[in-house]
């Protein structure tokens, strides 16, 4: 099911995100994973491009194991960098073939070991082209759905790190919507107010699609310097650090932090009738567990039936 059709049937969308594994032990603990946040009902998942572009086969792998031996409706990342348009296109087919519904269009990272590439060489160096590529691939009815690819795309709240000039940034992202984009989902924040603040400049701008808001729960130091590596600009309130400062050398009293820090953002957003909610689970399920948990419910159709009050 495209994810427009999902969001016109419920006011509220809920999703994981999973990364490729890269070894057999690896794979063993994502599906125990995904057996487990299966139980919580999601609208769908969707599985990333591998870190800095590379690990494009293990991400198809990973996408048809899900699809054809899970209930969960998997969304596979899609990047412009290092790719000619007839690698897009076989992509595209292969994906069309086996009944996948949608496609995350980015304009990706370079690969760790091709950072001399020329990125004038590829085929789509925006990801505002790739969308009118796969847009164009839609019509051509090469796919069995007669509305093809629905696709998603990236927002971010705090700033894109390669664009200062935010009054930019949002005419860009304005183009991947008047391209052909379905729905936005929004890289990680710590502060709803940022997220509140790009929800309504997208409406200045005649930015109308669902924006889906994305969550990553803080679960130990390392993972907190991990995030400012990946989500570069990203921003950590005071409040936030203060809190994760107290815990001191307490793995488990991070973890909580960061556990009660993301309740209180989903509770927040789902206060003020956010579109969805999209958890970057890092392939662990503990974290997202505890916030529906916490939130009183037992999955995604509790969650969003209801207002948390």
Known sequence: MQIQDILAKHRMTF???????????????????????????PSFVSVTYGAG????????DLVMRIHTSTELDPVPHLTCVCHTES??????????????????????????????????????????????????????????????????????PEGHPATPNRLVEIDYLKAKVDAGADYICTQLFFDNRDF?????????????????AGIMP????GNLMRIAELAAGSRFPAGLLKSVARAGDNPEA????????????????????????????????????????HLGVSDSLALGSRDIM
Do not use: M
């Open 15 to 41: 999703s994981f995100e999973f990364f490729p594994p890269q070894s057999l032990a690896a794979v063993g603990r994502l599906f125990a994973t995904i057996r487990r946040l299966e139980q919580l009902k």
């Open 53 to 60: 572009g590379s690990t494009r086969l293990l991400t198809h």
């Open 87 to 156: 690698e897009i296109l076989q992509i595209l087919q292969r994906y069309a073939s086996v009944g996948i519904s949608n496609i995350v269009a980015l304009g990706g990272d370079l690969p760790r070991d091709h950072s001399a590439h020329d990125r004038t060489t590829d085929a789509f160096c925006h990801a505002a082209d790739l969308v009118r590529f796969i847009q164009k691939f839609n019509v051509s009815g090469a796919h069995p759905h007669a509305q093809g690819f629905g696709i998603g795309v990236a927002g971010f």
């Open 196 to 212: 509140y603040d790009f929800r309504d400049r997208c409406e200045v701008a005649g930015i109308r699609v669902p924006i889906i």
């Open 218 to 221: 803080i679960t130990s130091k």
């Open 254 to 293: 991070i973890k909580r932090v960061g556990i009660q820090w993301g309740t209180e953002q989903c509770r927040d957003l789902l206060d003020h009738q956010v579109r969805g909610i999209h958890f970057y689970t890092l392939n662990q399920s503990d974290a997202t567990v505890q916030i529906y948990r």
